[in-house]
């Protein structure tokens, strides 16, 4: 079976940087990573090169910063209220995470000043050339109830329970 949408697919991973530096390494955490292709679950470029493949496959795929986690954006450092942090100690190289607009997004401590801080809110691999190394584990189709949450579901799973929580 292929990689194409409406399946999950189970797969290890490695993620370096652009001096071969390991960032990521699923096969480190003990478990690998699984996603409903097509619906968005990791980045597009990934998703591109894994479609077609099948369970057996190992490849290699280099993304540019845009097709990653963007490019750097001067305007997402900033300074703010020192009032703004729960922790009495703050350093540089610090991060929090804070609900953002889109969601989650972390927060990296810049500079520490008396009344203000600076920080960073771009991703921490923002403007990263980022290398991964893949092994395509396993690939099936969806279950009705991962279609219609949109993501991989813990095996044994009651689809009739994930459907009951839908409804009002």
Do not use: C, W
Request: avoid cysteine.
């Amino acid at each position: 079976m292929t990689i194409a949408p409406q399946r999950v697919v189970t797969l290890h991973y490695e993620l370096s940087d652009r001096d071969g530096s390991v960032l990521d390494d699923s096969r480190n955490r003990g478990k690998p990573l699984e996603y409903l292709h097509g619906h968005g679950n990791i980045m597009a470029g990934l998703e591109h090169a894994l479609a077609g493949q099948e369970a057996g496959a190992q490849l290699s795929v280099t993304l540019m910063p845009a097709e990653a986690y963007g490019l750097r954006d001067a305007a997402l450092v900033r300074e703010v209220s020192r009032h703004a942090f729960p922790v009495a100690e703050l350093a540089p190289g610090m991060r929090f995470q804070t609900p953002g607009d889109d969601g989650p997004e972390i927060v990296t401590v810049l500079e520490v000043h008396d009344d203000v801080v600076v920080i960073d809110t771009n991703h921490p691999l923002a403007g990263e050339v980022l290398h991964y190394h893949l092994e395509v584990l396993e690939v099936r189709d969806a279950t009705r109830a991962e279609l219609a949450k949109g993501h991989p579901l813990p095996p044994g799973t009651d689809p009739a329970e994930v459907e009951d929580k839908k409804m009002p």
